[in-house]
């Protein structure tokens, strides 16, 4: 195809899974591409296409937190406009009312304000939402859209995109655009293939596409359909990469992993997952860096003051996993009845322990007010370490004290043995503690790995009753942060904290499915 930029044509050249997405008629489309394929290529077409035929319209560009659209969607959706001859400040303006200024055309429902808005100049604007907090100024209610469009839709809350943003696409205009119009109320959902149970609803369209294919389109690619636009090694250097067959085979191949129904946490759904982010601190900061690049995730305005599930004034608890190739971490709260894991962290080799704490959890709590810790961890950490009379845990400590905080070491004792920890944290997931036992929430956007980890931690009996299969750890082709690393970070605390209660108060397990085992 060729586009005339500015009175010069300029040859666009797309691939053949781009022109397939296309050519689809539905109005309701599905892309499950893999990595490679051209995603952010077809959602800046498509974006385009309903700035063309849609002026002064309103569209939501939706990502599963406001953050991730800042440091993520932003900065890909810009790149790829420009590949179409569609440049920033010159087509379009982000995060300002300077459109007007340029003489820009104003959409038929002018915004509250501009900061999270994509105003094009022939009025047509897209409004940055994100789902964490559809109440705040980012959020979808209130809007009245006639499209959208999604990038990474796995990660994505469907009980939320639907009440939230979905439920805001009804400004139809037919007046103005015509009933027959294409891109009126037109819904695109990109991503590649889920890797937990969170993005089922997204493959879930492919039946959807079957039953109604007059309304749904589903359509399944890899690179393979874009091998003119990638290196002739891309797979072969992806692979590499990864490191991670799970993670390769879906990522790439769109091989769908499978679902563990009767791992070691049986009773982990998508219920006790949640997204809580500080909106008000996020709109505060700039959409760029001085450079005028997007911001990256790594940017120091990414922190703990984020966090609106975190209290500020309260200790912590963290809980570390040390290893060869691998040192994670998780940070949990106990507030009221719910047990909170806030945020997850980890360094692999060949940064060690001293990375996990001075490069990754120190800079980001270090607005916390009360640095007070309570550490758990697996024994082992109390055994010395070669030639040194200090333990893991005492370097850790060490570490933490020297940059203010205070250090309680509560792990003692043996190691619990799998079928207790299994029973304990089953009955909690389960909410079903009789208020003995606090609730079990997850922060799903700041734990995606733990979150995989538990997913996909299996269970088994080797004659000796039942465990969790560790085995993960010691295959090449098991990306650590996705092994049983991390969710062995989740055990500590809640086994040491809640135990002896659980125990002691004689509490049932009837209901959990330890005959599978």
């Not at 050249?13 to 892309?31: C, G, P, S």
């Not at 700039?286 to 003051?305: A, V």
Request: aromatic residues 12%; glycine residues 6%.
């Amino acid at each position: 195809m060729s586009k005339k930029i500015r009175g010069k044509r300029r040859k666009i050249t797309l691939n053949f899974a781009q022109m397939v997405a296309i050519m689809a008629q539905q109005k309701v489309k599905f892309l499950e591409w893999g990595r490679g394929t051209g995603k952010s290529t077809i959602l800046a077409y498509f974006m385009l296409m309903m700035v063309k035929h849609l002026p002064r319209a309103t569209f939501i560009l939706v990502g599963n937190t406001y953050a991730q659209v800042l440091s993520n969607t932003l900065k890909s959706t810009k790149a790829a406009l420009e590949f179409f001859g569609i440049y920033e400040d010159v087509d379009y303006v982000v995060g300002s009312s300077q459109g007007k200024r340029l003489g820009f055309k104003m959409p038929y429902e002018k915004p509250n304000h501009w900061k999270n808005i994509i105003h094009f100049s022939n009025g047509t604007v897209f409004q940055l939402v994100g789902l964490d907090n559809p109440n705040s100024s980012n959020g979808g209610r209130g809007i009245n859209s006639s499209g959208i469009l999604a990038d990474e839709a796995a990660l994505l809350d469907n009980e939320k995109l639907s009440i939230n943003v979905k439920n805001t696409n009804r400004a139809a205009k037919t007046d103005i655009y015509g009933a027959n119009n294409p891109w009126l109320l037109s819904e695109t959902y990109v991503s590649s293939t889920p890797l937990t149970k969170k993005g089922k609803w997204f493959i879930d369209g492919e039946e959807l596409a079957k039953k109604k294919p007059n309304e749904y389109f589903f359509h399944s690619a890899t690179a393979h359909w874009n091998l003119a636009n990638v290196r002739p090694d891309y797979f072969e250097y992806m692979r590499d990469s990864y490191s991670s067959d799970l993670i390769y085979n879906a990522e790439m191949l769109n091989i769908r992993p499978k679902e563990i129904a009767d791992g070691f946490y049986p009773q982990l759904t998508e219920d006790h997952y949640y997204t809580d982010k500080d909106n008000s601190y996020l709109e505060s900061i700039p959409l760029c860096d001085l450079n005028g690049e997007p911001l990256t995730s790594q940017d120091k305005h990414f922190n703990s003051k984020q966090d609106a599930d975190v209290i500020k004034s309260d200790p912590l608890i963290i809980s570390v996993d040390w290893g060869a190739n691998i040192n994670a971490m998780t940070v949990h709260q106990l507030q009221d009845n719910t047990w909170r894991v806030l945020k997850e962290f980890y360094v692999k080799s060949p940064k060690i322990l001293d990375h996990l704490f001075i490069e990754e959890f120190l800079p980001y709590y270090s607005s916390h007010l009360d640095k007070t810790v309570y550490f758990y961890y697996d024994r082992t950490g109390n055994n010395r370490t070669a030639n040194s009379k200090m333990t893991f845990a005492d370097q850790a400590k060490e570490i933490m004290e020297n940059h203010g905080w205070t250090v309680h070491n509560m792990t003692t004792g043996l190691n619990p043995s799998y079928i207790d920890k299994f029973r304990l944290i089953n009955v909690m997931l389960k909410d079903d503690g009789r208020k003995l036992l606090p609730k079990i929430r997850i922060n799903k956007v700041n734990c995606p790995n733990l979150i995989v980890s538990m997913e996909h931690a299996e269970a088994y009996d080797r004659g000796r009753g039942l465990e969790k299969d560790k085995r993960s750890e010691q295959r090449k082709g098991v990306e650590q942060e996705h092994a049983t690393h991390l969710s062995d970070t989740f055990d500590y605390p809640i086994f040491e904290m809640f135990w002896n209660k659980f125990s002691g108060n004689n509490l049932k397990t009837e209901d959990l499915p330890l005959s599978t085992f």
